[in-house]
């Protein structure tokens, strides 16, 4: 948590709040809009594209290099320690929904746009080195950028916390 408060302390503060803007136009300008009906299935539809498309890339990933994808998924059981089951995907999902879209999404995004920001953020994921992943966690972040653009910051907001919230509770299933 204390990441995820850092980076949203860092994205309020870097789009000039109190320095050049009020509480209202900050919120603005990092992309917060109201949740509409419309909006929520657009977030639901993305959640699930994006856990079906990383079951899918995994799965290719997995026959074509076994070893190397058990030792990646090894690497990311390890960094997830005891933040399993439901209230560690509550934790992960809200923690890192709000501190990474507020600064990717919410900050960064309109001045260095959509590839650069792209590269940022999977450059922050590198616990996962130069692997396949790296291709997942790109692509999430063309669609979370594509999504702020067509949408707003709380729809990346609930993408991410969904997607995260998934990841960690799928394996879960059947157990």
């Not at 979370?144 to 949408?151: A, E, P, Q, S």
Request: aromatic share 10%; hydrophobic share 55%.
């Amino acid at each position: 948590w204390a990441q995820a408060l850092g980076m949203v302390l860092l994205a309020v503060t870097g789009v000039g709040f109190l320095a050049r803007r009020n509480w209202r136009e900050t919120i603005d300008r990092l992309g917060f809009k109201r949740l509409t009906l419309r909006h929520l299935g657009i977030a639901v539809a993305a959640v699930i594209g994006l856990v079906a498309f990383q079951i899918v890339y995994s799965l290719v990933w997995q026959a074509l290099d076994p070893v190397g994808f058990a030792e990646i998924s090894d690497a990311s059981n390890l960094l997830l320690g005891d933040m399993t089951g439901l209230a560690g995907a509550l934790t992960i999902g809200l923690a890192a929904a709000l501190g990474e879209e507020m600064i990717f999404r919410g900050a960064m995004l309109p001045p260095f746009r959509l590839l650069l920001t792209s590269v940022l953020f999977t450059i922050i994921h590198s616990q996962y080195g130069v692997s396949p992943a790296v291709g997942i966690i790109f692509a999430i972040a063309l669609v979370l950028g594509v999504l702020r653009y067509r949408t707003s910051l709380t729809v990346c907001i609930l993408v991410h916390f969904g997607y995260n919230f998934v990841s960690v509770m799928l394996p879960t299933v059947g157990q």
